[in-house]
């Protein structure tokens, strides 16, 4: 069972990083709003994945830089449904008040991210900042 999840993981990083290459190289061909969207949203998810794989960012960091690379790791991640929202308004746009709204959401929880003093370790109890 083991074996086969390590497989699931190795297959997975490969589609992700993949399919942020492709829209990489997608926006480079064409330069459109939409490819550039694309590109920007793929190539972050497909940077999580790189990212969060244990030998690049560990399940449990000690220190300045790999607390710091976690966190990194997770602003990523929370960048990455606001930059969904970005190329779907290509194809149809989005009230300025929802733009502001998800702009605004997203960049307090990045800031947060950043703020918090501690993430709780599995098991550990979860501090009111945290929630």
């Given at each position: 069972m083991k074996l086969a999840v390590e497989i699931l993981r190795?297959?997975?990083?490969?589609?992700?990083?993949?399919l942020a290459l492709a829209t990489i190289n997608q926006?480079?061909?064409?330069?459109?709003?939409?490819?550039?969207?694309a590109a920007l949203c793929f190539g972050t998810l497909g940077l999580v994945v790189v990212l969060g794989q244990r030998q690049i960012v560990p399940e449990h960091p000690s220190g300045f830089a790999e607390n710091f690379l976690q966190r990194l790791d997770i602003a990523f991640l929370l960048l990455f449904p606001y930059l969904?929202?970005?190329?779907?308004?290509?194809?149809?746009?989005?009230?300025?008040?929802l733009e502001s709204a998800l702009g605004l959401m997203t960049v307090a929880m990045i800031v947060w991210t950043f703020a918090l003093p501690h993430f709780p370790e599995p098991g550990e109890p979860r501090s009111a900042w945290f929630i």
């Open positions: 190795y297959v997975s990083l490969v589609a992700y990083v993949a926006w480079r061909r064409q330069r459109d709003r939409a490819a550039a969207w969904l929202h970005r190329f779907t308004t290509v194809f149809r746009s989005a009230t300025s008040r």
